[in-house]
């Protein structure tokens, strides 16, 4: 049953009472929507004649999430470059490894950067997942400047004809602006080299509105062309990453699902929307 | 830290502050505001409306108390504050140790919460009160994370146990028991447990972290959360809660601009204290948590004393003490002293960490002030002292155009900077000496960065060279024959 389903049937049958529409806002702030999308919502059902509820709670929906392509665009017979962002702990690395599974299963040949020179081991993490996924790795020393890294990963994917580079950046808090600035350096540096196609922002499932800051500082120092919504399991919601897409129309383009490899899929909004609404 | 929560208590207070007189409906439109920034700062709806509910109830019953008061809105502004440390739990607690060492510590949470980094902050500062941690990679599961820990422990110089290289291989179980025994055996007095991360509602890696509690049967279980989550703390909470217990809760990442809502859920819900924060990327951000400190922070009071604490830990006892020698002795303060001042400064962390703790760093002048303070003037600063020859250090009068063309070409910075460093520089030098001729500080003379002295003010007069008398019999008396 989707979230908002029981809500809905029990709304189209009679006029929905103040204690039901404060239990649905209630349901939607919990998911994490923030308090500007459940309000828009429910002034929606409070408007609407009990036999158009549906479509146009639908059509509410929809005017929260981008119009833009939630595809990555692969040219062929040239590279392209995608640099996954976000702050720590939200799941980049794992994210970088399912997307560069996810193109090699398409039968591309894909080339991943360990940009990550800061954490602790975090190299060694992503150097483990191109193993498992018999995807090539370039690394530098710990330590070493990110940007260097990038430059060497970018000239080589060129050099020996590769057709997607996945560049995984050190987590960094968005409120540290040197760490922004590094961010934007490692773009620059990548651009003398290839042209950047995606920029991913990875955003954790579980955080709250505290997201749409996040996405918001990140898009000053790189445009952000997409958002991957990792750890959404049966019970995380991950609301915030509607909130986010609507506050600043960056699409939504894959959801993590898990620990395996294989947890990851496109994001589909037609059929989120239905799934909610059911 | 909490900056955004802050805000919004600011504005709410903003408002409540032009009234003179309050009404039970300004009340309520406080209250109604309260909801929606707890809301947007990610506390728990369930946690929002108790908590406004509260404030509701006290701040009419105190209303016709106060209705003399000339500073009504000072007065609610109390009442939330009391609230606010009351559930963020009152006073702090100390992580307990156990009567018969090792005392086990056993770190349980979500994935990317940040346990492993955690660890070794915990072992840092664990180690630094002098005990002798041992770190244990039981975090079997992510790639790598048994290499992370021991890269953390080596650089902390903290002992690790790592029998099973991870990656999927070894039984955490196995590993945690082991681990103590061997704690046992070689006088470690604290062990510290990294587990796997998991998600809530995973039921088989909780069962294993509740199998790692029942083997090692730790001390204090603490429980690992991002101060960035969002309504998901509440299930969060409530499914470690039930799966492996937990004694304590550690919030992380709190150096973002989180709203920190979680901690209050989490205290709220669970009713188990935050013991410690971890508030930034270096292994030495980490401290325990005041409620009262935060509290204050929250409401935009500043943390003051967490600021004189970290200004304390910075300057080291010896050249605090040196500083404090030379300033008594009537010794002039070198461009030495400044160095090593400087570099105590980076201890304590960024400029403008330091002073968002300050009070009203909140309000938006300020924020803008403080936003526009350039981390890298210190570095630029130090690298000009770095370029000068300990001589030119001590005596900056024998600074001349070449001496300081050459400065300016060693340091990367210009010749003006140099130049405006060194006045800048002399210009403090005479402050001080007017502080130690007991004539405190002159109006309008503003310090360089750095150049404050943070040791120094207990510091009177120095005592002058006592005059020898000229009558002899005086004299005799003075020199005590």
Redesign the interface.
């Known amino acids: 049953m989707g979230l908002f389903g029981s809500f809905l049937s029990k709304f189209s049958r009679a006029k929905a009472s103040i204690e039901d529409l404060d239990e649905f806002r ?1 349901v939607l ?4 929507l ?2 500007n999308v459940a309000d828009q919502i429910i002034e929606t059902v409070k408007r609407e004649k009990a036999e158009n509820l549906e479509s146009a709670v639908t059509e509410t929906l929809k005017s929260f999430l981008s119009t833009q392509d939630r595809t990555i665009s692969i040219s062929s017979g040239k590279l392209t470059t995608i640099l996954i962002v976000g ?5 980049k690395t794992t994210s970088a490894a399912k997307l560069a599974h996810h193109f090699k299963a398409n039968g591309k040949k894909v080339l991943l950067v360990a940009a990550d020179t ?5 190299v ?2 992503l ?3 191109g193993k498992r996924i018999g995807v090539e790795v370039v690394q530098g020393a ?1 330590n070493a400047d990110p940007a260097a890294v990038c430059f060497d990963g970018a000239t080589r994917a060129l050099k020996d004809g590769y057709e997607i580079l996945i560049i995984d950046t050190a987590g960094r ?4 602006s ?1 760490l922004m600035d590094e961010l934007g350096k490692v773009r620059r540096v990548v651009e003398k080299v290839t042209p950047i196609d995606e920029v991913l922002f990875v955003l ?1 499932g ?6 749409i ?2 996405a918001q500082v990140f898009s000053e120092s790189v445009p952000l062309t997409g958002m991957i919504v990792t ?1 959404i ?4 919601r991950g ?2 990453a509607i909130a986010t897409e609507k506050a600043l129309a960056v699409p939504l383009k894959f959801v993590g699902t898990g ?1 395996g490899i294989e947890d990851f899929r496109p994001f589909d909004p037609e059929s989120y929307i239905r799934e909610l609404l059911t | 830290m909490f900056e ?1 929560l802050s805000n919004k208590f600011s504005d709410v207070f903003g408002a409540l502050r032009k009234k003179g007189r309050i009404t039970e409906s300004d009340i309520d439109a406080t209250c109604e505001e309260l909801r ?1 920034a707890l ?4 506390v ?2 369930s946690v929002v409306e108790k908590f406004v509910e509260r404030i509701r109830q006290r701040s009419l019953e105190i209303l016709p108390v106060i209705r003399q008061s000339t500073q009504q809105s000072q007065e609610i502004y109390g009442v939330i504050n009391q609230e606010l440390i009351a559930i963020l739990g009152g006073a702090a607690r100390r992580i307990r140790y156990a009567k018969q060492p090792p005392t086990i510590i056993m770190l349980a949470g ?5 346990k492993t ?1 955690l660890a070794g902050k915990l072992a840092r500062f664990l180690k630094e009160d002098g005990n002798t941690p041992l770190l244990v990679a039981a975090d079997l ?5 048994v ?6 422990a080596e ?1 902390i110089n903290v002992p690790i146990f790592a029998p099973e290289p991870g ?1 999927g291989v070894g039984d955490p179980v196995r590993v945690s028991r082991d681990a103590v025994e061997y704690a046992r055996e070689k006088l470690y007095n604290v062990v510290i447990v990294d587990t796997a991360g998991r ?4 039921a088989e890696l909780m069962k294993q972290a509740s199998d790692i509690r029942d083997a090692v049967k730790p001390d204090e279980t603490l429980f690992v959360v ?1 101060a ?9 909470a409530q499914a470690f809660s039930e799966g492996v217990g937990f004694d304590g809760v550690v919030l992380t ?1 709190l ?5 920190g ?2 901690a209050l859920s989490i205290a709220e819900l669970t009713g188990k204290p935050i013991l410690f924060t971890s508030i930034g ?1 270096k292994l030495s951000d980490f401290d325990y948590f005041y409620p009262d400190r935060m509290a204050s922070r929250i409401l935009g009071m500043g943390d003051i004393q967490t600021l004189a604490e970290q200004a304390k830990k910075a300057l080291d006892g010896d050249s605090a003490k040196r500083l404090e020698e030379k300033f008594v002795s009537g010794e002039d303060f070198t461009l030495e002293d400044f160095l090593e001042q400087m570099q105590a400064m980076k201890k304590m962390g960024s400029m403008t960490k330091i002073l968002g703790m300050l009070p009203g760093a909140n309000n938006a002048a300020m924020k803008k002030q403080i936003d526009a303070i350039d ?2 003037e210190l570095v630029r600063t130090q690298a000009i002292v770095q370029s000068m020859t300990p001589e030119e250090r001590r005596n900056p009068k024998v600074l001349n155009g070449s001496r300081r063309s050459r400065i300016a070409r060693g340091s990367g910075r210009t010749v003006t900077e140099v130049n405006s460093l060194v006045d800048r520089f002399s210009a403090a030098q005479k402050v001080m000496k007017q502080m130690r001729s007991g004539g405190g500080m002159p109006k309008g003379m503003a310090l360089p960065p750095g150049m404050g002295m943070p040791a120094a003010p207990r510091i009177a007069a120095a005592p002058k060279k006592k005059s020898r008398s000229g009558n002899p019999a005086k004299r005799a008396a003075d020199e005590g024959r």
């Open positions: 209630r702030i919990e998911s994490d923030g308090v702050v720590n702990g939200t799941g800061f954490r602790a081991a975090a060694e993490q150097l483990t997942w710990e808090l968005h409120t540290k040197n954790d579980t955080t709250g509105q505290n997201g800051s996040q750890k399991d049966g019970s995380t609301g915030v620990e | 955004g929606v809301l947007e700062a990610d728990a709806l979500l994935q990317g919460s940040g980094t599961q992510r790639p790598n994370a290499t992370q820990l021991s890269v953390l650089s990656n998600l809530g509602v995973d991002d960035m989550i969002g309504q998901d703390a509440v299930r969060t990442k150096d973002g601009d989180a709203k809502g979680a990327e981390d890298k």
